[in-house]
């Protein structure tokens, strides 16, 4: 009997040890099997993680594809832009917001020209997968740009195709062409002959990837440059190459602006795109800013000012006018004044023109004018300055014709454009 019940026990305990391994041995089987599961979602996660931060950065290119476009400075975002594979169908989307350095959203015509940096832009993009309704990954990437600011110009004035400098000028700072340059005037009145000399820091010099000629002569005797005289610069390359200039004026004649005797042109009169520009003679155009940050962009398609005129600028901002055709200033206007008729920086006004030259008008035209105080740019057409006494800034333009009494001064104080793409990267985050 004793032994029964001892195989008995025997058998019991042998059971138990067996439900207890079993035991074991599930409770093990679920760990592993819990870790695996966690390790497959972790790896769902972190792979849907990625996708979604792929989607954001996928944004950030669009915005800035967006913003570098034309007219595209404007751009304030979008939103529900579908991501899909041909095989895979939609992998997510993403939202994309542009807005200035303050946080304001870009208006137009003139984009962010009130807020601090006018030339830079914040882009947020958020990435969703698969999509809004079930976001399984979600990743937010914040990006500064900035973009491209010319700044200065190597020669008061430049002509592609060339420049002529008549009689009786004087023109001072360096002067190049990447064809030629020449300097007029009867070598038999010294005191006529076309002039240059160094000043506000360039040494007066002329540089042609053509031909330099004098009437007297370059150098000794008559030194009609008083800096060094280059001819057949190598390459030719002489004057820099600028950034795209865009124009886009009223299509209408609702932009129209003809006969006026007073004109006030502001991003806060909303009138800055423009088509047709006529002032009268002793007539006042205002281009009007509000703070030292802002670049009041004015668009135009002609600008004809009368006699003894005044073209001022008002506020401590900056304005540059886009010229989509011609531009005559004529006699005793001042051009690039303050409301007290002073000086400004010519850097603060500058003319982009987009102008060819018509029949025998040239694309910008200064007729015995006062003053001028402005940086201009005209790179398809010809500027002329004809008598155009105590002018100040910088020129370049396909070519350039200084006429007799014309006295030029090199000075870009306060001179920086905006210049083509927002290529700068200024700031790169992530964002959960």
Known sequence: MSRRRSRVSEQGNALLMVLLLLAAAGVLTVAI???LLGEIQGAVSYRQTVQALSLAEAGVHYAAAKINDTGGSAFAG???????????GQIGLFDVLVRCSDGTVPGNPNPCA???????????????????????????????VRQALLTSLN?????????????????????????????NGPPNTPGSLARIYAYNGQPG???????????????????????????????????????????????????DRLNQTSLTISAANGNAVLRDVQ??????????????????????????????SRV???????????????????????????????????????????????????????????????ILLAPNGRVQFDQASLSKGAIQAQSVQFDRNTQFRFDT?????????FNTLLTWHEQP
């Open 33 to 35: 099997l819990s870790n």
């Open 78 to 88: 979008a939103s529900n832009q579908l991501v899909s594979h041909p095989a895979a």
């Open 114 to 144: 009130a807020a601090p940096q006018p030339n830079v832009r914040v882009i947020t993009a958020t990435g969703f997968v698969p999509g809004k309704a079930m976001v399984l990954g979600r990743r937010t990437v914040v990006v500064t």
């Open 155 to 183: 020669f008061g004035v430049c002509g592609i195709n060339g420049v002529t400098l008549d009689r009786d000028t004087a023109t001072y700072g360096n002067v190049g062409s990447n064809l030629n340059i020449a300097l």
């Open 205 to 255: 010099n002329a540089t042609a990837g053509g031909t330099v000629t004098c009437s007297g002569s370059c150098g000794a005797p008559y030194n009609q440059v008083q800096g060094t005289t280059t001819s057949n610069y190598p390459g030719g390359q002489v004057c820099p190459v600028l950034p795209p200039i865009s124009c886009s004026p009223a299509a209408s004649a609702s932009g």
């Open 279 to 308: 002032m009268q003679s002793n007539s006042t155009l205002t281009l009007a800013t509000t703070s030292a940050s802002e670049i009041l962009v004015v668009q135009m398609r002609t600008l004809t000012v009368g006699q003894n």
């Open 312 to 374: 001022r600028l008002t506020g401590a901002g900056k304005v540059e006018l886009h010229m989509a055709g011609i531009m005559v200033i004529n006699q005793g206007t001042l051009f690039g004044v303050d409301s007290a008729d002073l000086d400004i920086a010519p850097g603060r006004f500058v003319v982009e023109s987009c102008a060819t030259d018509v029949g025998t008008s040239y694309a910008v035209q200064f007729h015995q004018t006062g003053r001028i105080n402005s």
């Open 413 to 421: 104080s306060s001179f920086a454009i905006s210049a083509g793409a």
